[in-house]
Every structure is written in structure tokens, then in C-alpha cells.
């Protein structure tokens, strides 16, 4: 069994600071692709960053700039630095992750909780 147990989420000031963190616990043989997606009440979830195995990242034009996406391999840990926050930003932030499973190697999509990001003043 994977999952994905997220933290870091709560209330920051439109221009301030949040950094998510993700980790990935359970019988898993590797790791592939990680990412980081949001979500608001009526919209669809939105693709916020992804990083490859390799670190290779992609950003949605809306957060280029302002988020960083980074992963600690030795960890099943995949980070979202977020700066210069917007009250947009506000949504539920979910992780994901492609993972091969130590039993078939098969690889499924896990989501991690779900986390509020609320930026207000």
C-alpha cells in the first residue's frame, strides 16, 4: 500500500511565504514523475508544477517565477516553495505522484489529501 501524506497548508498574507511538503510512504520501488495541483470550489483541479525523476520541472505560466518545485529522492519527498503569494492562489493544493509498487511494478497514480492554501488579508 502508497500514500501520499501532505503538509504545510494554512493562512498567509497576499506577498508572503508557504511551503508544501509531500511524502510518499508504503511499499514503493521507484518514484517516477511528481507534481503539485490546485483547486477551487466550481473549477477543475489545475496543473500548478511537475519535476521528473530526472528534476526536470514544468510550471503553470500563472505561478512561473513565484513557485518552486524541488524533490528530496532519499525522502519520497517532493517540496512546493510558494513566494509572492495572490489571493488566487487560494485553493486546495493536492500531490500527486506516478509510483511502481514494489509487488507488481505497475505504475498507478496516487493523490495525496489535499492541503488549504488561503492567501488573505
Known amino acids: 500500500q502508497v500514500q501520499l501524506v501532505e503538509s504545510g497548508g494554512g493562512l498567509v498574507q497576499p506577498g508572503g511565504s508557504l511551503r508544501l511538503s509531500c511524502a510518499a510512504s508504503?511499499?514503493?520501488?521507484?518514484?517516477?514523475?511528481m507534481g503539485w495541483y490546485r483547486q477551487v470550489p466550481g473549477k477543475q483541479r489545475e496543473l500548478v508544477a511537475i519535476?521528473?525523476?530526472?528534476?526536470?520541472?514544468n510550471y503553470a505560466d500563472s505561478v512561473k517565477g513565484r513557485f518552486t518545485i524541488s524533490r528530496d529522492n532519499a525522502k519520497n519527498t517532493v517540496y512546493l516553495q510558494m513566494k509572492s503569494l495572490k489571493p488566487e492562489d487560494t485553493a486546495v493544493y493536492y500531490c500527486?505522484?506516478?509510483?511502481?509498487?514494489?509487488?507488481?511494478?505497475?505504475?498507478?497514480?496516487?493523490w495525496g489529501q489535499g492541503n488549504q492554501v488561503t492567501v488573505s488579508s
Open positions: 508504503g511499499s514503493i520501488f521507484s518514484i517516477h514523475t
Open positions: 519535476i521528473t525523476s530526472g528534476g526536470s520541472t
Open positions: 500527486n505522484a506516478l509510483i511502481s509498487g514494489t509487488a507488481t511494478r505497475v505504475v498507478r497514480d496516487y
